[in-house]
């Protein structure tokens, strides 16, 4: 029995997360590493700030256990999926030059992260501007995603593509990674990694041509390559098209099922979240790979942690129950315990 099948008692059920809407907030905050902190007076930025560090602080926690007996490139994969997490400090250090945002500002704005995937806060926050930071960045193990950042901030000089293509290479290094890792792994692996990968391209695609009114080269550009049902040639096709309609007829038969009529980009994006977590719970439960069930697992992980953020911040603030319920994305129907 892995590491992960163990800690998987931990993840959350839908009774689990209705239970903590109605769990005294003290106990609530020492469960998840927080305590006092509804008594501390900070602001709501500050409050925020405060809960998204101690639960980041509980994940990476339970990345070290998994990472113990992890070796080569299965090790590699969980280290790299966790920088997803210092990428915030980098859109964090980049927001704050853009706009001239004070040196201890920008600072405070950051998360202490294990120092295995942790940036050279102070060296990238002495920096004269942006292309100097990405510059910098490129001697650290963010060379890949740095190296296309910095090309692009040089052409486009706006932060929507340099936040767009960081989020791009990220994903495009998890499938390198995976790719890397042991041939008896790669099949669960890349499925897991496919199903996230579609689920972040098809509302990325939607947005960028409806929303954002991107031209097919350039949303198609931002896409990460090699989805598991999303692959390159259907998203030529579907980049080219300019009704939501459209676009979810063409998908395949297995993910437009799953798309309540009429289709809103918000609807899909959680019908694609839905999808993904339920892939990663049967990784989790079924996977004849080590590498794959502790992977699933910290995706699971992260998902209820954002829940509980949600919960606690909304405790703290006060918010009516029903607020709450859908920050956290409660089912409707389930009912209080």
């Not at 340099?162 to 042991?182: F, M, N, S, V």
């Not at 939607?206 to 550009?221: A, W």
């Not at 990460?224 to 300019?242: A, C, I, T, Y």
């Not at 609807?267 to 699933?296: D, K, N, W, Y």
Request: proline share 5%.
């Amino acid at each position: 029995m892995t590491r992960a099948a163990v800690m998987a008692g931990q993840l959350l059920d839908e009774s689990d997360v209705v239970t903590l809407l109605h769990t005294p907030l003290a106990q609530l905050e020492k469960q998840f590493g927080l305590e006092g902190i509804s008594d501390r007076g900070l602001s709501e930025a500050e409050l925020n700030r405060a809960i998204e560090r101690g639960l980041i602080t509980t994940l990476m926690n339970e990345l070290s256990i998994l990472l113990r007996p992890a070796k080569g490139s299965a090790r590699d994969i969980l280290i790299y999926w966790s920088r997803k997490f210092e990428l915030y400090n980098l859109k964090a250090l980049i927001r704050g030059k853009l706009h001239d945002l004070p040196y201890e500002q920008i600072r405070e704005s950051l998360h202490i992260l294990p120092s295995l995937i942790s940036l050279p806060h102070e060296q990238l926050l002495r920096t004269e501007d942006i292309p100097e930071l990405l510059r910098q960045l490129e001697q650290t193990p963010y060379e890949g995603i740095a190296n296309q950042a910095r090309r692009v901030f040089e052409e486009k000089n706006e932060p929507f593509s340099l936040d767009a293509t960081i989020d791009q290479r990220y994903y495009t290094g998890l499938l390198k990674h995976a790719r890397a890792c042991d041939i008896v792994d790669q099949p669960p692996l890349l499925r897991l990694i496919g199903s996230l990968i579609d689920r972040q391209n098809l509302p990325w695609l939607l947005r960028y041509r409806l929303n954002y009114k991107l031209s097919p080269t350039e949303t198609y550009y931002l896409m990460v390559p090699s989805g598991r049902q999303l692959q390159p040639d259907l998203l030529k096709r579907l980049v080219n098209m300019q009704e939501i309609e459209q676009i979810v007829d063409a998908l395949p038969a297995s993910l437009k099922e799953q798309i309540t009529e009429p289709a809103t980009i918000m609807g899909i994006e959680l019908a694609m979240a839905e999808r993904m977590t339920h892939q990663a719970r049967r990784c989790l439960m079924f996977s004849p790979s080590a590498v794959t069930r502790s992977l699933a697992y910290m995706m699971l992980r992260e998902l209820d942690l954002k829940r509980v953020f949600a919960i606690i911040q909304g405790r703290v603030l006060k918010l009516n129950e029903q607020l709450i319920r859908q920050a956290a994305d409660i089912n409707p129907e389930v009912l209080s315990v």
